[in-house]
T-cell receptor, first 114, second 112 residues
């Protein structure tokens, strides 16, 4: 099946710094990617829809200035957590759509903000 | 608005016994239904999907799911559970616009 690569898998940063997470579709072009946040023992919360060449669409309650999403090419979307705080610590997962609509997920990125 | 319900937080079965993980959904139009499995600190892995056609869908690792339109259900099943099947399972529905909604997940524990 299609492969979505997410990097880094684990990241620890100090409060106030910014962290960038990359999501790549390795063997297909993805015009649309999705970013999710998952809290322990909870379901996935859709944060935003990343569209190649245009601005991301954020879900209600998600701060777009806090979570910057860039989808500069058909194979790469990035999520930057700006001025990270401990409450931003979470598991972030990206997914990409392969027509006719099947979702393929990255392996996730565990962010810990000290 | 679309929604997915997984009524059981936890399902426990003995190895070799059949397992069922329940899922009901609500969506406008034709449903696109999916099951995913998640192992600790990993992303989600696709198990199977229903788009159209036969109501019984067969997927990876011996799993299958039955689409029931009248009951708006899409239960995940496996005839004989393995200890390695222990994981977190998510049911999801996708709208025509492409947005997916996930259930809260069901933790499956298979005991030897």
């Amino acid at each position: 099946g299609a492969v979505v690569s997410q990097h880094p898998s684990w990241v620890i940063c100090k409060s106030g710094t910014s962290v960038k997470i990359e999501c790549r579709s390795l063997d297909f072009q993805a015009t649309t990617m999705f970013w999710y946040r998952q809290f322990p023992k909870q379901s996935l919360m859709l944060m935003a829809t990343s569209n190649e060449g245009s601005k991301a669409t954020y879900e209600q309650g998600v701060e777009k200035d806090k979570f910057l999403i860039n989808h500069a090419s058909l194979t790469l979307s990035t999520l930057t957590v700006t001025s990270a705080h401990p409450e931003d610590s979470s598991f972030y997962i990206c997914s990409a759509t392969l027509p006719p609509g099947e979702l393929f997920f990255g392996e996730g990125s565990r962010l810990t903000v000290l | 608005a679309q929604s997915v319900a997984q009524p059981e937080d936890q399902v426990n079965v003995a190895e070799g016994n059949p397992l069922t993980v329940k899922c009901t959904y609500s969506v406008s139009g034709n449903p696109y239904l999916f099951w995913y499995v998640q192992y600790p600190n990993r992303g989600l892995q696709f198990l199977l999907k229903y788009i159209t056609g036969d109501n019984l869908v067969k997927g990876s690792y011996g799993f299958e799911a039955e689409f029931n339109k009248s009951q708006t259900s899409f239960h995940l099943k496996k005839p004989s559970a393995l200890v390695s099947d222990s994981a977190l399972y998510f049911c999801a529905v996708r709208s025509n616009a492409g947005k997916s909604t996930f259930g809260d997940g069901t933790t499956l524990t298979v005991k030897p």
